[in-house]
């Protein structure tokens, strides 16, 4: 595609339900990256891939995240039994090879909601 | 571990210059970014300095001194749509690829 999709734009959701967030990157772009931004915050690194593989999961703030990539280009990430702190907007970026002037395609983001 | 600082907000005049700061502490260095973001919008790649100098993009200039670890954002001309929050960020060390951004500088044009 033309820029790097993310859906839904919005999601509410009670906390202790589980959700899907996805990332569609932009076509060729073999890396993927999801980051966490909370109100007036910068953006935290959750995980990146290389392809379908994740090398660097450090991020990750706890077991109830957690990401795939198939096909080399769709990724989801989930979230296990929410809680209110995960309220945040997550956002997905993808470049076409790492170490490229560090440039990073960021989506709008999905700004999740638990109650 | 890496950890960048950069003022929290900033406000200038429309047609004026304004500087946004960023000092850094990282284990290995592989280049400062800049990123605009307007609000509830994706973060946009501006600039991005590996080497020491100045790097000249239309209005947008990027600054870096490794040895100061210090780098800057030059936005001249401002206009309106400029109103906006702008982070500096570097990449992490070697064998991770994912940028650290700093707390951004949340950048306001008035008339």
């Known amino acids: 595609g033309a820029g790097v999709s993310q859906s839904p734009s919005n999601k509410v959701t009670e906390k202790g339900k589980d959700v899907e967030l996805r990332c569609d990157p932009i076509?060729?772009?073999?890396?993927l990256y999801w980051y966490r931004q909370s109100l007036g915050q910068g953006l935290e690194f959750l995980i990146y891939?290389?392809?379908?593989?994740?090398?660097?999961k450090s991020g990750l703030p706890s077991d109830r995240f957690s990401a795939e990539r198939t096909g080399g280009s769709v990724s989801t990430l989930t979230i296990q039994r929410t809680q209110q702190e995960d309220s945040a907007v997550y956002l997905c970026?993808?470049?076409?090879?790492?170490?490229?002037?560090?440039?990073?395609?960021f989506g709008a983001g999905t700004r999740l909601s638990v109650l | 571990g890496q950890s960048l600082e950069q003022p929290s907000e900033v406000t200038a005049v429309e047609g004026a210059i304004v500087q946004i700061n960023c000092t850094y502490q990282t284990s290995g260095f592989y280049g400062l970014s800049w990123y605009q973001q307007h609000d509830g919008g994706a973060p946009t790649f501006l600039s991005y300095?590996?080497?020491?100098g100045l790097e000249e993009t239309g209005r947008f200039s990027s600054f870096l001194s490794r040895s100061d670890s210090y780098g800057y954002l030059l936005l001249q001309e401002l206009q309106m749509k400029d109103s906006a929050s702008y982070f500096c960020?570097?990449?992490?060390?070697?064998?991770?690829?994912?940028?650290?951004f700093g707390t951004g500088t949340r950048l306001t044009v008035i008339p």
């Open positions: 076509s060729g772009h073999t890396a």
């Open positions: 970026a993808s470049s076409p090879r790492t170490g490229v002037k560090n440039i990073q395609y």
């Open positions: 960020a570097v990449r992490a060390p070697r064998g991770a690829n994912n940028l650290f």
């Open positions: 891939f290389q392809g379908n593989s994740a090398p660097d």
């Open positions: 300095n590996a080497l020491d």
